[in-house]
């Protein structure tokens, strides 16, 4: 299969890859393509068996290598007002194709695709390793079952490139996230007689002005002392995005649930916030709630998304990526990615990718023709690099 970048990009869009669905078409076709030019790989399942991860290395298998790191994954469409077919790559004549994906990211996971023939042919003395992964727009998951395999005896490079749309800039940090679920559980009692129950709508807006309060916290704390630089926002932000809960208007609500993000800038804790957070609910919430009912309570449930990017002291992957772009100022970004957790393993790490992030999630999504050519270019001057 020889096949140019928006040819891949169109055959990639077709996969409808989202977080909710299989990708195992995707992958059978990737690695259909990867046999056909004779390059060694393996999938790496996830543990919900729907979906999985393709790693491949072009050229020696030695320690040293580069990492070119994509997700396929792409978030749903539903609902929102596409005016073309969301998996069909359509190029309207204005510099521009538009699809679920073509974004963020599997432009710069077709670019890579296509520069393999290139690799192969350039006599790489240092490997060129693909890594392709599911879930990244929800857990990450992805990302870790390819890093628990580097812990097993896999190769580990020395630096990765994460392909995030940055308009091909070296971007050097990314902030990190959290996700907080929380489930108050109340008394039902009719609503005129409210104080022998439990609400657990009560409940739940204390702890989100609670938690709003410790956002405003950071943001004054922040201003105070200039923020984390470059970011912007420069602080750890908390957000609840979900809430719902009751049964009806005339009864003290039995359930009560909502959802917190924790937007974590580099060097920033995110479990102190948790900490803190069920601080305040097992000593301040819950003795009232459990003084009218012993049921009544509240839990949480936790998970990291991923940890923050941040710029490393003369780090390799920035060293390189500046060299071929000529980028040499500072970028950031708030959204994160799965750069924090490569370069948590122990990997030289930047984002450097096609597109540009406004595009990404939104509906009539697209990325410019350009920026493609860049990546290409890009990726041909990191073989050269690889092969000398």
Not at 46 to 63: L, M, Y
Not at 259 to 286: A, F, S
Request: charged residues 20%; proline residues 5%; aromatic residues 8%.
């Amino acid at each position: 299969m020889q096949m140019t970048s928006l040819e891949l990009l169109e055959r990639l869009v077709a996969f409808p890859t989202v977080s909710d669905a299989t990708n195992v078409d995707l992958v059978a076709f990737v690695s259909d393509y990867l046999k056909s030019h004779g390059v060694p790989f393996e999938v790496v399942p996830q543990a919900d068996g729907r979906n999985f991860n393709i790693f491949a290395t072009v050229g020696p298998n030695v320690p040293g290598g580069v990492m070119l790191s994509g997700h396929v994954d792409v978030v749903p469409v539903a609902g929102q007002p596409w005016t073309t077919d969301p998996f069909k790559l359509i190029n309207k004549g204005d510099g521009r194709v538009y699809g679920r994906g073509s974004c963020d990211m599997k432009g710069f996971d077709a670019c890579v695709l296509a520069a393999i023939p290139a690799m192969l042919k350039a006599g790489l003395k240092r490997p060129v390793h693909i890594c392709l992964s599911a879930d990244e727009e929800i857990r990450m998951d992805g990302a870790r079952a390819i890093i628990e395999k580097f812990d097993k005896g896999w190769t580990k490079p020395s630096m990765c490139i994460v392909g995030e749309p940055s308009r091909m800039k070296v971007v050097t940090g990314h902030k990190g996230y959290w996700r907080i679920d929380t489930h108050v559980r109340g008394h039902e009692v009719h609503s005129s007689n409210r104080y022998v129950g439990v609400s657990a709508v009560f409940v739940a807006a204390k702890l989100i002005s609670w938690i709003e309060q410790r956002d405003l916290k950071n943001k004054a704390d922040a201003e105070a002392y200039g923020g984390v630089p470059h970011f912007d926002p420069g602080w750890t932000m908390l957000h609840v995005g979900q809430m719902h809960g009751g049964t009806a208007h005339n009864i003290t609500a039995l359930d009560a649930h909502f959802v917190t993000g924790i937007r974590t800038v580099p060097g920033d804790d995110g479990g102190k916030y948790v900490r803190e957070y069920e601080h305040y609910i097992r000593t301040e919430i819950e003795p009232a709630m459990k003084a009218v009912h012993p049921d009544a309570g509240v839990t949480i449930q936790y998970r990291v998304g991923g940890p923050a990017l941040g710029q490393e002291p003369d780090g390799e992957a920035e060293r390189v990526a500046r060299r071929l772009t000529g980028d040499n100022a500072i970028h950031v970004v708030a959204y994160g990615a799965e750069a924090g957790l490569f370069q948590e393993a122990g990997i030289s790490t930047i984002i450097c990718g096609p597109g540009d992030i406004a595009q990404a999630h939104q509906p009539d999504e697209w990325i410019e023709l350009s920026e493609l050519d860049k990546c290409d270019a890009f990726l041909a001057g990191l073989i050269k690099e690889c092969a000398a």
